[in-house]
């Protein structure tokens, strides 16, 4: 490759993977200059987790699914009665790792962690009636299981229609992915107001200065707000029961192709009782929307083909 990063349209796994430590004429700090690439990010390897470890948190990912009100003592008693003898501290890291907290107001930590360095922005949706599409975006991030090790993955869903109008996911919480799916969203379509929680990736320069040249207003979850992106936790539901739980990923290049598929028929196929039995994509290519505006919600509702890595691209010649 002769040319500069801006003639690259890879995701950050696909740089990572690009990059080749041998290269004889390219060092890996020129490699990751020309891909756009931080080195910290060319170095990261994953730690990984005990085989018991994992075990554990496919247990507590599948039942906070049925139970998201448990907490660490109570999601800690549930695997004592399931025979594991674990203690509250172990329960609290494994959950924090995943991203889970108990559904009741309060911050909500784990995958969502605020930087005290960037700013928060105000939340712009009280009393708000959303009306048609592409009024409001919302984004969130959540942890995926695979057969070995997690990814995290992050969608930006279109509040009206339920569309998911963009996806990606990562091996790492850098920003990098959420930017990369925010970019894509933008190039087809542009909302009044992104709508987000307090998280790092969300806070960042990147991700704001994105909405900000894209002239799109930028609101955040106060703090206690949790019900406030409730309609992409209910997505993270409906993409796990009848998706990740199917299945046992093997790479991270598997779950993009699954993933992909899923997120297709989601838009496309997957009707929505509260879409009056139409499918997020019928509802979000229509001008005018349903007789009842929806309201940005504040009050608690009832709890009811990638680039595979063992095949490296020759990107540097």
Known sequence: ??????????????????????????????????????????????????????????????????????????????????????????????????????????????????????????YLLRDVEIRKPNQVWAADITYVRMYRGWLYLMAIMDWFSRYVVAWEISITLESDFCISALERALE??????????QGSQFTSSGWTGT????????SMDGKGRVFDNIFVERLWRTVKIEEVYLRDYQTPAEARVHLGRYFAFYNEQRIHQSLGYRTPAEVFGEAAGPPVALRAPSVPAAVNPGMNPSKKSKIFV
């Open 1 to 122: 490759m002769t040319g500069s990063k801006k003639n690259l349209d890879l995701t950050l796994e696909q740089k990572r993977v690009a990059v080749e430590p041998d290269h004889q004429h390219l060092s890996i700090s020129r490699q990751c200059e020309l891909l756009g690439l931080s080195r910290s990010s060319a170095y990261y390897r994953t730690q990984g987790e005990s085989e018991y470890n994992e075990i554990l948190m496919r247990l507590i990912d599948e039942q906070y699914i049925k139970t998201p009100f448990y907490g660490v003592d109570k999601m800690t008693e549930w695997l004592r009665h399931q025979g594991h003898k674990v203690n509250p501290k172990r329960v609290r890291r494994l959950m924090r790792l995943m991203g889970l907290e108990a559904i009741y107001p309060r911050r909500k930590r784990g995958l969502s962690v605020p930087d005290k360095e960037h700013k928060i922005y105000p």
């Open 188 to 197: 087809r379509y542009r909302p009044d107001i992104m709508n987000t929680d």
């Open 211 to 218: 909405l900000q040249a894209a002239q799109v207003a930028t």
